[in-house]
């Protein structure tokens, strides 16, 4: 008998895939992919230790389909530098992998390793 | 008219912005500095801002007074924590602060640069979690006045 939590954790990827995604670029070096990916919640943050250098940044965490991740005809996990890049009423924001302190940039999603999490930080518009 | 500490802070951002450094300089004051990462993008102009802190006043004579303005200088661009990436900056910084030091009068305030001394060559922490670098200085300003 399969494994019922895993045949659920791969029916819900492809359901958030098909009902609660949007479509990125996924971009490392010269190299992107197109794919599907769900965005998180944006909390806001500041740094605070001097005044006079305060950063206001924003956490953005996307859930992709481990499998859709392939770059230069291979499956690749994310890597700090690279970028995802959203379309949002005509304007590209740009968002780069890099962590929360002392985390790496991902994690897997489920159990099962069918999705991973990213953890971006917006750096700019296009 | 307004207050000398505003005098001061718009002197030091002219100065800034003004002389010539290693790479171009956006300096500007403000009340509430918190900068967007997308505008410390590694292709612009590195960011100085510029924020009144404190001022004290004291005795410096038997008709004279004498107040010191301190304000922090905040250095700030997106770059890779790396000998490339953070060596120039932190050249910036002291080329800031010596230049300060080495031209002390802020032209039409009366006030002289007494003091500048980096707070944070970096932080660690913008360093890690925000591949920017920020460094602070720390900037005295000493102006006597007479007393009434």
Do not use: C
Request: zero cysteines.
């Amino acid at each position: 008998m399969g494994d019922l939590f895993e045949a659920g954790a791969t029916w819900l990827a492809g359901q958030l895939k098909q009902h609660a995604s949007q479509e990125v670029t996924y971009s490392r070096g010269g190299d992107s992919v197109v794919l599907r990916a769900t965005a998180g919640p944006q909390p806001l943050r500041l740094t605070g230790q001097y005044g006079a250098v305060t950063v206001e940044w924003s956490n953005t965490d996307w859930v992709i389909p481990a499998a859709d991740l392939v770059i230069g005809g291979q499956q690749v996990t994310p890597q700090p530098g690279d970028t995802i890049r959203r379309v949002m009423g005509g304007v590209v924001y740009v968002f780069e992998v890099l962590a929360p302190r002392g985390e790496p940039v991902w994690r897997h999603s489920d159990a099962h390793r069918a999705m991973i999490r990213v953890h971006t930080k917006q750096v700019g518009v296009e | 008219m307004p207050a000398k500490s505003v005098e001061i802070a718009a002197a030091l951002v002219t100065r800034l912005n003004e002389a010539t450094f290693s790479q171009p300089v956006q300096a500007a004051r403000d009340y509430s500095p918190a900068r967007a990462l997308p505008d410390l993008a590694s292709t612009q102009a590195v960011k100085a801002t510029v924020v009144m802190t404190a001022r004290a006043d004291a005795p410096a004579g038997r008709k004279v007074r004498e107040n010191e303005y301190t304000l922090q200088v905040g250095i700030q661009k997106r770059a890779e924590p790396t000998d490339a990436g953070f060596d120039p900056l932190v050249l910036l910084t002291e080329e800031v602060a010596d230049h300060l030091v080495d031209y002390p009068a802020l032209a039409g305030t009366g006030g002289r640069v007494v003091r500048a001394e980096v707070l944070a060559v970096y932080l660690p922490d913008d360093a890690d979690e925000l591949r920017t670098f920020s460094s602070v200085i720390e900037v005295a300003v000493r102006v006597l006045r007479g007393q009434p």
